[in-house]
């Protein structure tokens, strides 16, 4: 069985809102509505679990209640970091060692149904696929306000999600990070890998972007009026 | 001397338009000609040198003649990359050793006069400096669609331009890279480091967008209408 895993821990404070950015609307719709109005329409997705702050618990039911979203199974506990979130999400439902989870920001409202699908498909491919797009800058690492030096564009990629991972291999991935004392790791893929298995990339796409600044939000209105015309 | 260098050699293939971007319109005013204004009215700065492909030379005149840009000194013929268009642009001027050259891509409209004012302190303070801001994505390197590694977000920026460094220093960077057979370097600060010359990191802006994808396009005009409205 698949499962869609929408989080929405964060609170948001590079938006300057008092909201966390995945409650504020675009087109009218709250944020997070956008992927589990995708997720439900999904019929290869049996359920969806979202992570979010305790307090926002009514709101998510009414957000599932307004917008119909029949496949709602659980919500879990936002936790200190997005880690602990997909932990938590991850825990708040009885999944079998087989399933495939597809773990999703709820700052992306944009995900299409074909990306997503290219994700699960390759995760039940190979265990652990994640989509990505190609890096439009140039990266460095910088300490101290020196520029240590600059990264080689052609290898690197920005992680998006979906990210996807068969149940067994993602709960065991986190618990071997816990067991370690790692709980910052800014997606999932991270501990895939750190617990030494393989993740495959799926090609990602320019329009699932991920809302974290007020400049993104009149973004996202753009984008939202432009797939709207295009689902006419 | 501070003199400003725009490179417009690019032909903007991501964009899906035959117009290089750098002449695509926001708010009826050419992508290149934001920049231009924005030096034209910083008293610190003397001359602009643009590189650009060969047959937009009249383009590049006609905006200057319709913006009033009296500081164009010159413009280079931009080349196969864009190190080898910053190269031309070096070379297109007679600067002294100890002038202050300030290199801007075209594709960046919204670099406000603060944050070059930033740039060009820093780089005289020190010889070389450039404008950078945090990532928000997970990167990761990538080889035949298996996933390396992720790095750690922590000490990892966006490189934007303004790039500013000491004339003597930048162009003995891009000797040194050229008789090394470099040259596909994605930004100035790559060549400074390559020579083993310190570069300071400055606080970048996240308005300060780089035009790349159609998306971006509509984010142009969201912030072109807001700028002037903070103008007002």
Redesign the interface.
Known sequence: MRYALILAGGSGSRMGSLTPKQFLKISGIPIIAWSMMTFQRMNEIVGIIIASPKDRFPEIKKIAEDYQITKLRAIATGGETRQISSYHALRAYEFHDDDIVLIHDAARPFVSEALARRCLNAAEESTAA?A?IP?????????N???????D?E??????TPQVFRYSLIRDAHEYAITRGFQSA??D??LV?LRGK????VEGD??N??I??P?DM??AE??AH?LRGEQR
């Open positions: 994640c990505y890096v439009k800058d140039t990266i460095a690492e910088i300490e306000n020196l520029v240590r030096r600059t990264l564009r290898i690197l990629q920005s992680a998006q800014s997606d893929v991270t890998l393989p993740v495959y990339s320019y329009r972007i991920k974290t600044t400049e009149a973004l753009y984008l432009a």
